[in-house]
């Protein structure tokens, strides 16, 4: 009998890796319009001698008039503030093409149409976002996301704990929960395919802790609320960046904001927004008066607002650390009375992927 269990175990393991390959698949396959959305693409222009750069074309947003548009990052379709309006966006992105850093087999899905320009001169940011307009008959109308499907119209705010997905080009549908609100955090990567040198100072972002929910590539991915049975995710950030241990989103409602859009999809019939906590919204004005000073502590890439590690679920200010050997015993232990904790998360990064082989 545990002959045939263990067979049984086996058999169901490859079953489920191979499961995942086909998913992780199909997010950097090539695919026939219209097509759908949570998938490989580039900036035609995102490429040079030296190396081509792929990101995430993550969801349908249309505009007053009704225009139809890709939402992704600055850094994924407008190249970190380098492109120019009307740039092609295609897909599948460059470093998933046969041969490598080439435009064989791919299309033009949209051109680039708005972004948010990135501020790398010590000022806040609070978003990394772009819109491309859509190509008639290209893109899957209802705006269609791999392995998570259409979404709702109806966003939510980002709360502590709650249940997040997206499916994205590099690690395709995960699942997490946000850890942290209201983060201040430095992130890296921005410049050339990726491979830039220059850093930008974001606000009011959030934190997802979680070694797996994303990876290089990812970025541009419309993070979601996880659903009810037979209900549509509701729209909630817009991923960027992350670390080893990471992943930084950006709450929607401001990206919608900076953009003037909105999303593809009918209304969710009940709205899932966590009510606000006081005592959350106390805890990130002292953390707010007290910015800069956080973020400028030997070792920190970063702050915001978690639930203490006590397990008590009392707010407390979060430093993120960029290794373990940051040296703890230096830094402040309570501002205004509320108590700080750490957590090591290494630095953070925009989440493009490159290949370093001559273009084609």
Same mark, same amino acid.
């Given at each position: /009998?545990?002959?045939? +269990?263990?067979?049984f175990a086996?058999?169901?393991?490859?079953f489920l890796?191979?499961?995942?390959?086909?998913?992780?698949?199909?997010?950097?396959?090539?695919?026939?319009?219209?097509?759908?959305?949570? $998938?490989?693409?580039?900036?035609?222009?995102?490429?040079?001698?030296?190396?081509?750069?792929?990101?995430?074309? =993550?969801?349908?947003?249309?505009?007053?008039?009704?225009?139809l548009?890709?939402?992704?990052?600055? @850094?994924?379709?407008?190249r970190?503030?380098?492109?120019? &309006?009307?740039?092609?966006? /295609?897909?599948?992105?460059?470093?998933?093409?046969?041969?490598?850093?080439?435009?064989?087999? $791919?299309?033009? +899905?949209?051109?680039?149409?708005?972004?948010?320009k990135l501020?790398?001169s010590?000022?806040?940011?609070?978003?990394?976002? #772009?819109?491309?307009?859509?190509?008639?008959?290209?893109?899957?109308?209802?705006?269609?996301?791999?392995?998570?499907? #259409?979404?709702?119209? $109806?966003? &939510?705010?980002?709360?502590?704990?709650?249940?997040?997905?997206?499916?994205?080009?590099?690690?395709?549908?995960?699942?997490?929960?946000?850890?942290?609100l209201?983060?201040?955090v430095?992130?890296?990567?921005? =410049?050339?395919?990726g !491979?830039?040198?220059?850093?930008?100072? %974001? &606000?009011?972002? %959030?934190?997802?802790?979680?070694?797996t929910f994303?990876?290089?590539?990812?970025? =541009?991915?419309?993070? &979601?609320?996880?659903?009810?049975?037979g209900?549509?995710?509701?729209?909630?950030?817009?991923?960027?960046?992350?670390?080893?241990t990471?992943?930084i989103?950006?709450?929607?409602?401001t990206?919608?904001?900076?953009?003037?859009?909105? %999303?593809?999809g009918?209304?969710?019939?009940?709205? /899932?927004?966590? #009510?606000?906590?006081?005592?959350?919204?106390?805890?990130?004005?002292?953390?707010?008066?007290y910015?800069?000073?956080?973020?400028?502590?030997?070792?920190?890439?970063?702050?915001g607002?978690?639930?203490?590690?006590?397990?008590?679920?009392?707010p407390?200010? +979060?430093?993120?650390?960029?290794?373990?050997?940051?040296?703890?015993? @230096? !830094?402040?232990?309570?501002?205004?009375?509320?108590?700080?904790?750490?957590?090591?998360? =290494?630095? %953070?990064?925009?989440?493009?992927?490159?290949?370093?082989?001559?273009?084609?």
């Amino acid at each position: /009998m545990k002959k045939y +269990v263990s067979q049984f175990a086996v058999s169901g393991l490859v079953f489920l890796l191979w499961g995942a390959t086909l998913s992780l698949a199909a997010n950097t396959a090539q695919q026939k319009p219209p097509i759908k959305l949570g $998938t490989s693409g580039s900036n035609v222009k995102d490429i040079n001698a030296s190396f081509c750069c792929t990101g995430t074309l =993550g969801s349908l947003v249309k505009d007053k008039s009704g225009n139809l548009y890709i939402l992704s990052n600055n @850094h994924v379709l407008a190249r970190a503030n380098a492109g120019k &309006v009307g740039e092609a966006i /295609m897909q599948r992105g460059y470093v998933d093409t046969v041969p490598v850093c080439s435009n064989t087999g $791919t299309i033009t +899905v949209a051109n680039l149409s708005k972004f948010v320009k990135l501020n790398f001169s010590g000022g806040n940011n609070s978003v990394d976002a #772009a819109i491309a307009k859509i190509v008639s008959g290209q893109v899957n109308s209802n705006g269609t996301i791999l392995q998570v499907g #259409a979404v709702s119209s $109806t966003t &939510v705010t980002p709360s502590v704990g709650l249940k997040v997905e997206k499916s994205g080009r590099t690690t395709s549908k995960t699942t997490g929960k946000i850890g942290a609100l209201n983060v201040t955090v430095n992130v890296t990567g921005y =410049g050339p395919c990726g !491979l830039g040198t220059k850093t930008a100072k %974001f &606000v009011k972002q %959030f934190q997802i802790n979680s070694s797996t929910f994303s990876g290089g590539g990812d970025s =541009g991915s419309l993070i &979601v609320t996880q659903p009810a049975a037979g209900k549509k995710p509701n729209p909630v950030g817009l991923l960027f960046a992350g670390s080893s241990t990471s992943t930084i989103g950006s709450p929607i409602n401001t990206v919608l904001t900076a953009l003037g859009v909105s %999303f593809v999809g009918t209304p969710a019939e009940a709205s /899932m927004q966590a #009510a606000a906590d006081p005592e959350v919204d106390r805890v990130s004005q002292v953390k707010d008066r007290y910015d800069d000073d956080l973020l400028n502590l030997p070792g920190v890439v970063g702050h915001g607002v978690a639930l203490s590690k006590d397990g008590s679920g009392r707010p407390v200010i +979060v430093l993120f650390l960029k290794d373990n050997a940051v040296s703890v015993e @230096h !830094l402040p232990t309570t501002i205004e009375g509320v108590p700080i904790e750490t957590q090591v998360t =290494g630095e %953070f990064r925009t989440r493009i992927n490159c290949n370093h082989t001559a273009a084609k």
